[in-house]
């Protein structure tokens, strides 16, 4: 049973390109956590999806972040006209259900360097 | 509001000596999850372990324990006998199912373990 995949590991980009990360969650998960870690800093939640549905998107910025997760195919993190200020690495969680105490397995990550 | 304080920042500790990271946290909620993860230099997060707010048992896993302390909010990680293997980041971190299982990261502890 492969774990949580998310792919680039690493993406390079440059300020104003656009920025797409894609986790694949564990088979049978039909829910996924993206978190963003800062250098230097933890990791911090940004936004919670079920297949087709966000459920909770109190942690992404207001502007140029966007999230889905369709009925197929991987979740998608975008940012678009990505700032200096973007790079980080982000992580994706699964979990097979939400809200019920289950654990939630990370991908490696994804490192965005916007230069 | 929920918070995880790890007042650690930087620790240094010649290898083989025991070290203790603290951790402290922050819920109104009766039920809850803690959690501690290692970041080694390559970046991905390692699950060390989760702990529901009912089972204050202390654990201990090879030279890993943990002690869970409701009365203090305190859920603290001592690595006995360190090696240098065991130099990274920590994290310790809180979630709730009543909040969708967000989890929330303290801000991480560096340990350095010296040949």
């Known amino acids: 049973n492969a774990g949580v995949m998310q792919n680039p590991r690493h993406l390079v980009r440059r300020r104003g390109q656009e920025a797409r990360l894609r986790c694949s969650p564990m088979k049978g998960h039909s829910h996924v956590y993206w978190y963003r870690q800062l250098p230097e800093e933890g990791l911090k939640f940004m936004v919670y999806l079920q297949k087709e549905n966000i459920i909770d998107e109190s942690g992404m910025p207001k502007e140029r972040f966007s999230a889905e997760f369709p009925k197929e195919g991987p979740s998608i993190l975008r940012i678009q006209q990505v700032v200096r200020g973007d790079s980080a690495a982000y992580f994706c969680?699964?979990?097979?259900?939400?809200?019920?105490?289950?654990?939630?397995?990370f991908g490696p990550g994804t490192r965005l360097t916007v230069l | 509001a929920q918070k995880v304080t790890q007042a650690q920042t930087e620790i240094s500790v010649v290898e083989k000596e025991d070290v203790t990271l603290d951790c402290v946290y922050e819920?109104?909620?009766?039920?809850?999850?803690l959690f501690w993860y290692k970041q080694p230099p390559s970046g991905e997060l390692v699950f060390l372990i989760r702990r529901n707010s009912f089972d204050e048992q202390n654990e201990i896993s090879g030279r890993y324990s943990w002690n869970f302390q409701k009365s203090t909010s305190s859920f603290n990680f001592t690595i006995t006998a360190s090696q240098v293997v065991d130099s990274a980041v920590y994290f310790c971190?809180?979630?709730?199912?009543?909040?969708?299982?967000?989890?929330?990261f303290g801000k991480g502890t560096r340990l350095h373990i010296l040949p």
């Open positions: 971190a809180l979630s709730d199912p009543n909040r969708d299982d967000k989890i929330i």
């Open positions: 969680a699964s979990s097979p259900t939400g809200g019920a105490g289950n654990e939630q397995f």
């Open positions: 819920t109104r909620d009766t039920t809850y999850y």
